[in-house]
């Protein structure tokens, strides 16, 4: 199935604003502090504020799992995401997206359809990246077809140049994003900072979103993933990028790990709402 014109019409607006229930170490995590209850109880206070202050999606992320598994998470950890996972979607109505760290695909997108949410985010879809967790290379091929199988509609989000990471190769950035989309056969395409709150430069949003339009892809949805905040997400919005996802600037102190903070959620989204342009 593909669902790539589709993406965006998941959200109720034409440019969402896209927020992160980063969740602490899980069972089996070096950091998991023995509370399994405490961490579903944040899961879903994150989740409920982000709702309530009008962020228009949501990725569930096992962020607190580090050091990361490459790309093969063990079974426990697809069982406690997708048991939070079931909690969450029940709790809130916006679309949900599940990233299975570190680039878990298989995984996410088996959760994903088990609860049935709306997209997955895959860190490295096509190509090789050189990460801490080593080399890295993207299994499209596999995602697609078990995408099928499986019978699902979700939607494929996938990382351009991920962060965290540097692509093995010369490929310059609207070139990488082309072969996402082209080849990879992803939904939408994420621009990032080099790493988590880092901000993302403006000049490689334009040129994915221009080298995609050139190429006839001018309906797969850009989002912009990383460094985002209330004073730059017109910024964002105005280089081309049709919807943003924003973790630590919605927590509490502007601290990754820190709970969601209602105000700063409230912030984001009217200036994200400010920003639109008149259709």
């Known amino acids: 199935m593909t669902t790539r014109t589709a993406l965006l019409e998941r959200f109720d607006t034409h440019r969402p604003a896209v927020g992160m229930v980063h969740l602490p170490a899980l069972p089996g995590a070096p950091e998991f502090d023995g509370d399994r209850d405490a961490v579903r109880a944040r899961a879903l206070a994150d989740a409920r504020r982000l709702a309530a202050g009008g962020i228009d999606g949501i990725v569930l992320e096992n962020f607190g799992d580090a050091p990361f598994y490459p790309d093969n998470v063990p079974k426990h950890v697809v069982a406690e995401m997708t048991a939070i996972a079931t909690d969450l979607t029940d709790a809130v109505d916006v679309p949900v997206g599940i990233n299975v760290l570190r680039n878990d695909a298989e995984a996410a997108l088996s959760i994903a359809a088990a609860v049935d949410a709306a997209f997955v985010r895959v860190n490295v879809h096509v190509g090789t990246a050189a990460t801490d967790q080593g080399v890295i290379e993207g299994r499209a091929h596999e995602t697609l077809r078990l995408r099928d199988q499986l019978a699902t509609d979700v939607a494929i989000l996938a990382d351009v140049h991920v962060k965290h990471a540097t692509p093995v190769g010369e490929q310059p950035i609207d070139r990488a994003a082309l072969e ?93 709402r400010n920003s639109e342009p008149e259709q």
């Open 180 to 272: 996402t989309v082209d080849r990879g056969k992803a939904d939408g395409v994420i621009v990032s900072g080099p790493g988590t709150s880092v901000e993302t430069p403006l000049a490689d949003v334009e040129r994915v979103v221009d080298g995609l339009a050139a190429h006839g892809h001018d309906r797969v949805p850009v989002f912009v993933g990383s460094g985002v905040t209330s004073e730059t997400v017109g910024d964002c919005l105005a280089a081309g990028a049709d919807g943003v996802i924003v973790g630590t600037a919605l927590k509490a102190g502007g601290e990754t790990t820190a709970p969601v903070a209602s105000e700063r959620v409230a912030d984001l989204v009217a200036a994200a």
